[in-house]
């Protein structure tokens, strides 16, 4: 048992959620249901859709919507390209279009600037 808990501590996941309805409270179920089982996680968020969380939640002013779970879950926020005014429901096509060119970039710029953890292995899953 302690030898596979050795390994699991080993394993960091990354949880990259799409920033669309449906997408963000399965995401965050599956990062503290891995975190429950020993795994560490980094979980990365837009800073929109951050936002809207924060605004429609109280957090007793802590903007990391995994405190107080007491899992090893890290919280990143990410820019996708907007400014926050930007009314990404209005304006869908130009949204989806930086979604596309601009969002994925800014993701790979996070990595190279060690802004997201360093790692040697990882894997990466879209749903």
């Known amino acids: 048992m302690g030898e596979n808990q050795n390994l699991k501590n080993l394993h960091h996941i990354i949880i990259l959620p799409p920033p669309f309805q449906g997408h963000i409270n399965p995401s965050i179920q599956l990062t503290l249901q891995l975190a429950s089982k020993g795994f560490i996680v980094t979980f990365i968020n837009t800073e929109a859709t951050h936002n809207q969380i924060t605004k429609t939640k109280s957090r007793e002013g802590n903007d990391d919507v995994f405190a107080g779970s007491g899992l090893d879950i890290r919280y990143r926020t990410i820019n996708d390209g907007f400014p926050l005014s930007f009314d990404r429901s209005f304006h869908r096509e130009q949204f989806m279009m930086g979604r596309i060119h601009v969002y994925s970039a800014r993701i790979i710029d ?18």
Do not use: E, M, P, Q
């Not at 996070?110 to 749903?127: E, N």
């Open 110 to 127: 996070a990595f190279a600037a060690g802004l997201l953890v360093r790692l040697r292995r990882f894997a990466v899953a879209d749903f």
